[in-house]
């Protein structure tokens, strides 16, 4: 009998042991998964701004070739603020207006021949749509938030293909099949900024498909 109570009294020692090191264990090995989560977030936002405003100065210099130096540093810097907290990048916003009004100096008065308005060019029902009157596509900051939303539905029925949402934000057909090709040219050309900015080859357009 007392051999038996030794043995267990032994197994019970062991299974006390065994379970206080199992929970001293958790508590320390918690924390560093938990930390590893905001940190690797905030990193990434970090990353994420510094890209945004990497791109800033190119897309001025693409948009000063086509208006004055004042308005091409307003226009970039409306990229980038309307495009913040949103999947859109700066370069995004950028090649659209370059591709709508580039060739009519980024007019906040442009008009196409359709009747599009402003330098994102939004038809006068689709700025109804998201709460602007057609009046207010001349004001570049109504337009380019306009434009966003517009692109933000056009990505949603392209299943959240970037460049055919930019194809629909154009239209369909041939004339979208253009519209594409006028979007990355420019992009190359905002890239091939950059690139020179930091002193190396121009990389390859990046990948919106």
């Not at 990353?47 to 000063?64: H, K, M, N, V, Y």
């Not at 966003?148 to 194809?167: F, H, P, Q, T, W």
Request: glycine share 6%; charged share 25%.
């Amino acid at each position: 009998m007392r051999i038996q109570l030794i043995i267990l009294s032994f197994l019970l020692l062991v299974a006390v042991q065994n379970n206080l090191a199992s929970v001293g264990a958790d508590p320390g090995a918690a924390p560093p998964v938990a930390a590893a989560g905001p940190v690797a977030k905030e990193r990434e936002e970090d990353g994420d701004r510094l890209e945004r405003q990497q791109q800033l100065p190119a897309i001025t210099a693409a948009f000063a070739l086509r208006t004055t130096r004042a308005r091409a540093h307003r226009l970039a810097y409306l990229c980038y603020e309307t495009t913040l907290d949103t999947p859109f990048k700066p370069i995004d916003l950028a090649e659209i207006a370059l591709a709508e009004t580039g060739g009519h100096y980024l007019s906040s008065h442009a008009v196409s021949s359709e009747g599009a308005l402003g330098v994102w060019q939004l038809m006068p029902q689709r700025a109804r749509s998201h709460g602007y009157s057609p009046a207010e596509m001349k004001h570049d900051e109504k337009c380019a938030a306009a434009a966003v939303r517009e692109l933000k539905e056009k990505l949603k029925v392209a299943d959240g293909n970037l460049m055919a949402a930019k194809r629909l934000y154009c239209g369909s057909g041939r004339q979208a099949r253009i519209y594409e090709t006028k979007i990355r040219k420019y992009r190359r050309e905002i890239m091939g900024r950059m690139a020179a900015a930091q002193g190396r080859n121009p990389a390859p357009a990046l990948s919106t498909s």
